[in-house]
C-alpha cells in the first residue's frame, strides 16, 4: 500500500533563517506531489503540484520553493523565513489526472 | 478554473441529532467531488468523493453526499452524529483533466453532549 510521510512535524524558526520541509511517498510510482498550506480560517492554499522529476509548478508568488530531486520525494524550501510563512504545511499526492488526493501527516511551522 | 463555497464556518450539533453541512461548487463541466475530516493538527483524511454515476455517495464513517447537479451542490450528511465526528470538514472540486484540487475553507463541527 502507498504511504506519505513528511517531516519535521514540528518546526520554530527565526526570521530569515531557511527552510526546509522534507515529503516521501512510498508504494507508488510517478506519483503527483503537492504542497498546501492551511493557515487559520482561510482552508487549504496549493503552493506547488509536480507531475514528475523536475517538474514544478507554482500556483501563488511568495517567500517559498518546491523542488523534486527524486520521483518520489518532494521538498520545500525558503533562503528567508517570514512572519507570515507560519502556518501547517502539507505534503499530498496522487496518481493520474482527476483522482483523489492523499495527505501527510503536515508539518507546523512557526517563524517568531 | 473551479471553485467550493462552504457556508457555515462553524456547525454545533447534538450528540445522536443528524447532520448537514452544506457545499456548494463552481465549474462549467462535470466535477470531480470530495470531502475530507482533519482532527485537530492532523493531515486530511478521504470521506467520499463523487466521480460519476450514482449520484448519492456512501463514504468511511457513515458519511453520505448527495451531488445536485441543478443546484451545484455536493452536501455531506450523518444521520447520527458522535462525540468523534467533532472535527474539521472540507469539501473539494476537481476536473478530470486537472490535477491539483480546489478546496472550500473549510467547516468546523462541534458535538455538544
Known amino acids: 500500500s502507498q504511504t506519505i510521510h513528511q517531516w519535521p512535524a514540528t518546526l520554530v524558526q527565526p526570521v530569515g533563517s531557511p527552510l526546509s520541509l522534507e515529503c516521501t511517498v512510498e508504494?507508488?510510482?510517478?506519483?503527483?506531489l503537492y504542497w498546501y498550506r492551511q493557515a487559520a480560517g482561510r482552508g487549504l492554499q496549493l503552493l506547488f503540484y509536480?507531475?514528475?522529476?523536475?517538474?514544478i509548478s507554482s500556483e501563488v508568488p511568495q517567500n517559498l520553493s518546491a523542488s523534486r530531486p527524486q520521483d518520489r520525494q518532494f521538498i520545500l524550501s525558503s533562503k528567508k523565513l517570514l512572519l507570515s510563512d507560519s502556518g501547517f504545511y502539507l505534503c499530498?499526492?496522487?496518481?493520474?489526472?482527476?483522482?483523489?488526493?492523499?495527505f501527510g501527516e503536515g508539518s507546523w511551522l512557526t517563524v517568531v | 478554473a473551479q471553485s467550493v463555497t462552504q457556508p457555515d464556518i462553524h456547525i454545533t450539533v447534538s450528540e445522536g441529532a443528524s447532520l448537514e453541512l452544506r457545499c456548494n461548487y463552481s465549474?462549467?463541466?462535470?466535477?470531480?467531488l470530495f470531502w475530507y475530516v482533519q482532527s485537530p493538527g492532523q493531515g486530511l483524511q478521504l470521506l467520499l468523493k463523487?466521480?460519476?454515476?450514482?449520484?448519492l455517495v456512501q463514504g468511511i464513517k457513515g458519511f453520505e453526499a448527495e451531488f445536485k447537479r441543478s443546484q451545484s451542490s455536493f452536501n455531506l450528511r450523518k444521520p447520527s452524529v458522535h462525540w468523534s465526528d467533532a472535527a474539521e470538514y472540507f469539501c473539494?472540486?476537481?476536473?478530470?483533466?486537472?490535477?491539483?484540487?480546489?478546496f472550500g475553507k473549510g467547516t468546523s463541527l462541534l458535538v455538544t453532549p
Open positions: 463523487y466521480f460519476s454515476g450514482d449520484t
Open positions: 499530498a499526492w496522487s496518481q493520474g489526472s482527476g483522482n483523489t488526493i492523499y
Open positions: 508504494g507508488t510510482s510517478n506519483p503527483n
Open positions: 465549474y462549467g463541466a462535470t466535477p470531480y
Open positions: 509536480s507531475v514528475g522529476i523536475g517538474q
Open positions: 473539494a472540486v476537481g476536473a478530470s483533466s486537472g490535477y491539483a484540487l480546489n
